[in-house]
């Protein structure tokens, strides 16, 4: 059971590129990483999924590493419409399914 | 596609009183998850459904809190007798696949008075 770990908060500004980082130590040979967006009374967002190495789309990437334990969120040149609490799912898709989410970080992009 | 759909998006209600939320997944998707989210924190998981088979709960469904997915379509999540503690925000996911990510719905809200 993959438990996780993000900073609490970030400040950036418009423009930039932004990396969150999560912790995942435990990871299960079966979890795969999944990174969300949400917005306030708002359900979370999909943004992002993999496994190993290197995802890639149009709004953003996930860099994980050889031995899994963390992942890395980039965005690139954020907006001030990129403000929102971003989280990591680490969940296993064969065994039990209990999926744990991050403790979120809460972007702030400044103008 | 339409999305998941939760109904009502708010509930309030008193303490002790029994609670129904509905979740209609998005269509094509088989797999059905509902988790619980409160002021400041994740979501937590709660249980899982493949099709009509519920295949997971969570220690923290207590003996109050029972989810159906009749017929492997939309799900409905009933709290009886709610406690103070039961008032957060209750989401729903689908996903088309066993490799497929989670999409979410804008969750109902419940606070208990």
């Known amino acids: 059971l993959a438990k996780t770990t993000q900073p609490i908060s970030m400040d950036s500004y418009e423009g930039q590129e932004v990396n969150i980082t999560c912790s995942h130590n435990?990871?299960?040979?079966?979890?795969?990483i999944t990174w969300y967006q949400q917005f306030p009374s708002q359900g979370p967002r999909f943004i992002i999924q993999?496994?190993?190495t290197k995802v890639t789309n149009e709004v953003a990437s996930l860099f994980i590493p050889a031995d899994r334990k963390s992942s890395t969120l980039s965005l690139p040149r954020v907006s001030l419409s990129d403000t929102a609490v971003y989280y990591c799912?680490?969940?296993?898709?064969?065994?039990?399914?209990?999926?744990?989410f991050g403790t979120g970080t809460r972007l702030k992009v400044l103008a | 596609d339409t999305g998941v759909s939760q109904n009502p998006r708010h509930k309030i209600t008193k303490r002790g009183q029994n609670v129904t939320f509905r979740c209609d997944p998005i269509?094509?998707?088989?797999?059905l998850y509902w988790y619980r989210q409160t002021l400041g924190q994740g979501p937590e998981f709660l249980t899982y459904f493949q099709n009509e088979a519920q295949l997971e709960k969570s220690r923290l469904l207590s003996d109050r809190f029972s989810a159906e997915r009749p017929k492997g379509s939309f799900s409905t999540l009933e709290i009886q007798r709610t406690e103070q503690g039961d008032s957060a925000m209750y989401l729903c996911a689908s996903s088309l696949g066993k490799h497929q990510p989670q999409h979410f719905g804008d969750g109902t809200r419940l606070s208990i008075l």
């Open positions: 269509s094509e998707h088989n797999r």
């Open positions: 799912l680490v969940g296993p898709f064969s065994g039990t399914y209990k999926y744990i």
């Open positions: 435990n990871i299960a040979t079966n979890d795969y």
């Open positions: 993999g496994y190993k």
